[in-house]
């Protein structure tokens, strides 16, 4: 197993692999930039990840998350570091999804983002509920109270809050990772390992059932 | 070679005391970790350990300090106005606190107040560099470290770029200040430029690793060249035991509750 992970990790890094999921890294921790910049009411704070995920593959997108996390926390944002469980499962899902090839088509991209926000809302809704009382100091802080107020417990109120934000952020963010992939060149895209992931293999590419030279 | 081993001694040093700190969070009540915060204030200005690392670092740690005291008050508000436990402590203009949810605020607040600081001193005492320098030390693959120091470089640069695109987007005509739907697909627009110039300095900076021979089996380590011995100070290795003790202690009284 370890042998394993060792070898895909190789092949993900390879290469263009290693300089752009650092500049995942990054994207991750500047894309609020933009957002604050164009006043879109979203943190949008994954579209590395899920990107590194897509082009490179599941273990180099873990790292990303976990390395966004790490420096995030030490450039002021200390909560982030309790969150890279979340950062690991979203790593883990979209590149295991788009090793399905479910980044080739729009409509598997947004059921995939429906479904990594449930499962985000899941995985965060522990942390943000027990080590942060489900204040984050965001807009959603609202939505929380919202929940709270009428009744509802602290950790069910958390998981409801992120049940209604978490899909549409991802969602969004998968579309736009699946709007980048595909407007790169195809000289690009075939430098990156998860490249196939984008793009289908050629007919002329797949060996012909019936010649018998092919090995 | 000194001076790196005693670096390296220094961040581990610093590490396990924040680990210590992060057990003590965890296990202790709010009052003990009011105390523990404080404390902490105290080492950092006094403890050479703990101390900034540069005027720059002390002031981004106030900053820090500040910030999650904000937020400890609150979550103990928030709390105290939602969680309709225990008494009522205090009514502000017709709305009552109780005061049931002003201690789970206290608790969880405190506990992240100090979390928030414990992690606030070790990267403000250690440059990210050095950190990053530590981790290569200790064992940590030469890519990561590497994708580390790599995406310190693109944080610093990735901020200009962005604000030079947007500002030239802009003025070619992109409506950046249209409805919201429109503002997604701009963000799209925005991020395209970035995103091909990245990967045109990634496509050179992969290059060079590869003729350097970065992904090469016989490539020398780094502790081959330098010979850094992997051991645990006594100051290290004492946090680690009472961090033990606490975890031991709190085991035993919730085994006997």
Redesign the interface.
């Given at each position: 197993m370890r042998g394993w992970i060792r070898d895909q990790f190789r092949r993900e890094i390879a290469g263009i692999g290693l300089p752009f999921l650092a500049f995942g890294v990054a994207l991750n921790l500047t894309l609020g930039q933009l957002t604050t910049a164009l006043k879109i009411p979203m943190y949008l704070d994954s579209v590395g990840t899920i990107l590194v995920a897509v082009l490179c593959g599941p273990l180099s997108a873990m790292l990303t998350g976990s390395l966004a996390n790490t420096l995030g926390s030490a450039l002021g944002s200390p909560g982030m570091i309790f969150f890279i469980p979340v950062v690991l499962v979203i790593g883990a899902f979209t590149g295991f999804i788009a090793s399905r090839g479910w980044f080739r088509v729009w409509y598997l991209v947004l059921l995939g983002g429906i479904l990594q926000g449930l499962l985000a809302a899941l995985v965060s809704a522990p942390i943000s509920a027990y080590l942060f009382g489900g204040v984050m100091m965001a807009g959603t802080d609202f939505l929380v109270m919202y929940f709270r107020s009428i009744g509802h417990s602290l950790l069910e109120s958390v998981l409801y809050q992120g049940f209604a934000s978490d899909p549409i952020d991802k969602t969004v963010s998968y579309l736009i990772a699946f709007f980048i992939v595909h407007n790169l060149p195809g000289s690009i895209l075939a430098r990156f390992y998860g490249g196939r992931n984008i793009t289908r293999p050629a007919i002329d590419e797949q060996p012909p059932e019936s010649d018998p030279t092919h090995r | 070679m000194s001076n790196l081993l005693n670096q390296i001694q220094l961040i581990g040093d610093r590490l396990s005391f924040v680990l210590l700190v992060v057990v003590c969070a965890f296990v202790f009540p709010w009052e003990a970790n009011l105390c523990v915060f404080l404390l902490l204030l105290i080492l950092q200005t006094t403890s050479s350990l703990l101390r900034p690392s540069s005027a720059k670092a002390g002031l981004?740690f106030r900053?820090?300090v500040r910030y999650?005291l904000l937020?400890t008050l609150?979550?103990v508000a928030?709390?105290a106005l939602?969680?309709r436990e225990g008494k009522i402590i205090a009514e502000v203009f017709g709305v009552s606190l109780f005061q049931g949810g002003a201690i789970?605020?206290l608790t969880?607040?405190l506990?992240?107040l100090v979390?928030?600081t414990a992690?606030?001193i070790l990267?403000g005492s250690t440059p990210?560099a050095e950190?990053a320098d530590y981790l290569g030390n200790v064992g940590l693959p030469s890519?990561?470290v590497?994708?580390?120091l790599?995406?310190?470089?693109?944080?610093e640069t990735?901020?200009h770029r962005?604000?030079r695109i947007?500002t030239a987007q802009e003025a070619r005509g992109v409506p950046?200040r249209s409805n919201?739907f429109a503002?997604?697909r701009?963000?799209?627009i925005?991020?395209?430029p970035?995103?091909?110039s990245?990967?045109i300095?990634?496509?050179d900076?992969?290059?060079s690793?590869?003729l350097r021979g970065?992904?090469s089996e016989s490539r020398i380590s780094r502790e081959g060249l330098v010979g850094v011995r992997r051991t645990i100070s006594r100051r290290s290795a004492f946090f680690l035991l009472l961090a033990s003790a606490v975890i031991t202690l709190r085991l035993a009284l919730w085994l006997t509750q």
């Open positions: - | 981004l900053r820090f999650f937020l609150l979550m928030v709390n939602l969680l789970f605020g969880t607040g506990r992240l979390l928030a992690l606030g990267f990210l950190f890519s990561v590497l994708t580390l790599l995406s310190l470089y693109f944080v990735l901020p962005i604000s947007f950046v919201l503002r997604i701009v963000f799209s925005l991020l395209m970035l995103m091909l990245s990967i300095e990634s496509i900076r992969g290059m690793l590869e970065f992904h």
